[in-house]
């Protein structure tokens, strides 16, 4: 793939995000704030996707690609869970921090690494 990480990154993390969010449809108590689950689900996906992306571009590691979604997406759910409360922790914060596992593993293994010069 000759797509460099920070952009894989986003595309991953977006798409991921906006299923998360649309997930929400599944819980019929969430039906009156579903823009809002969606947009910060989506947002959320995003930064996180191109923050792992330019982890994974300046280390060529795959553990510290997966470690740095692990990281970076579980602060941003953690974001979302103070906002959203305390009830809904384990809801936000496992698919949050899943989906920076899948983006760091991603990113590492099929984004292109960028020259020298350029990092």
């Known amino acids: 793939m000759n797509v460099s990480k920070p952009v894989l990154g986003l595309a991953v993390g977006g798409t991921l995000g906006l299923l998360d969010g649309l997930s929400?449809?599944?819980?019929?108590?969430?039906a009156r704030v579903m823009g809002s689950?969606?947009?910060?689900?989506l947002l959320k996906g995003l930064v996180s996707g191109i923050a792992i992306?330019?982890?994974?571009e300046r280390r060529d590691s795959?553990?510290?690609?997966?470690?740095?979604?692990?990281g970076i997406a579980g602060a941003?759910?953690?974001?979302?869970v103070l906002r959203a409360g305390m009830a809904l922790f384990l809801d936000i914060m496992l698919p949050g921090m899943l989906l920076g596992?899948?983006?760091g593993f991603t990113?590492?293994?099929?984004?292109?690494?960028?020259?020298?010069?350029?990092?």
């Open 107 to 119: 990113t590492q293994k099929f984004g292109r690494q960028a020259p020298p010069a350029a990092r």
């Open 101 to 103: 596992v899948v983006v």
């Open 62 to 70: 795959m553990l510290v690609g997966i470690l740095a979604g692990i």
């Open 37 to 41: 689950v969606i947009t910060f689900s």
């Open 24 to 30: 929400g449809f599944l819980e019929p108590s969430l």
């Open 76 to 80: 941003l759910s953690l974001l979302v």
């Open 53 to 56: 992306g330019y982890v994974s």
